[in-house]
């Protein structure tokens, strides 16, 4: 069976360690890269219909007013079908402590039965803040390994850290 690599990442305006810098790919694409590179698999970026702004403050108050009111975003596109996937590697930014809410409407729309998901996260500090688990939930039958969670200020000298972490997938949960 074949590997997704399935994520959501923003380019524009971004923050890195109290700075702010526009960057054309955005970090967790770059892990998604990396991970596909890898593992030889395919991706699959999660969009949404109407994306947040461009600004990096317009941005995260957004993400902030959808995640208060548990909104769902419409998707610019699925895939067709998940079906010819055993293993998903799920790469997202951590929005508020939590995946952004584009990553809900993916989630929501498949059955992830017999699935195995690996998750992974960008961010500043804030790390996996319990993402693991509610995707977890969310996806009722798939086996849900431990998250790697890569400060988005680290990501381009992150390249053995992600072979490291995709090593020991076999023996995880």
């Given amino acids: 069976m074949a590997k997704l690599v399935a994520f959501y990442s923003r380019a524009d305006e971004n ?3 109290g700075q702010y810098r526009s960057i054309t790919v ?6 998604a890269n990396m991970i596909a590179k890898a593992i030889g698999g395919e991706q699959f970026k999660i ?9 990096y403050q317009t941005c995260i108050q957004q993400a902030k007013a959808d995640k208060q009111a ?12 998940l079906d010819n996937y055993d ?14 809410m584009a990553v809900y409407t993916f989630l929501e729309a498949f059955d992830w039965t017999g699935k195995t998901i690996h ?3 960008t961010h500043e500090g804030s790390g996996l803040s319990g993402t693991e688990r509610k995707i ?16 988005g200020s680290n990501v381009d000298r992150s390249t053995e850290t992600v072979r490291t972490w995709l090593s020991g997938q076999g023996d995880r949960k």
């Fill in 70 to 81: 548990n909104v769902r975003p419409e998707l610019a596109a699925f895939p067709v079908s």
């Fill in 119 to 121: 998750p992974f996260c």
């Fill in 136 to 151: 977890a939930r969310i996806c009722k039958g798939a086996r849900v390994t431990d998250g790697l969670a890569i400060c």
């Fill in 15 to 17: 923050y890195f360690g």
């Fill in 47 to 55: 969009e949404q219909k109407i994306p947040y702004a461009a600004d």
């Fill in 87 to 100: 293993e998903i590697y799920l790469g997202y930014p951590n929005y508020w402590g939590d995946m952004p």
């Fill in 26 to 31: 955005g970090n967790t694409e770059k892990v």
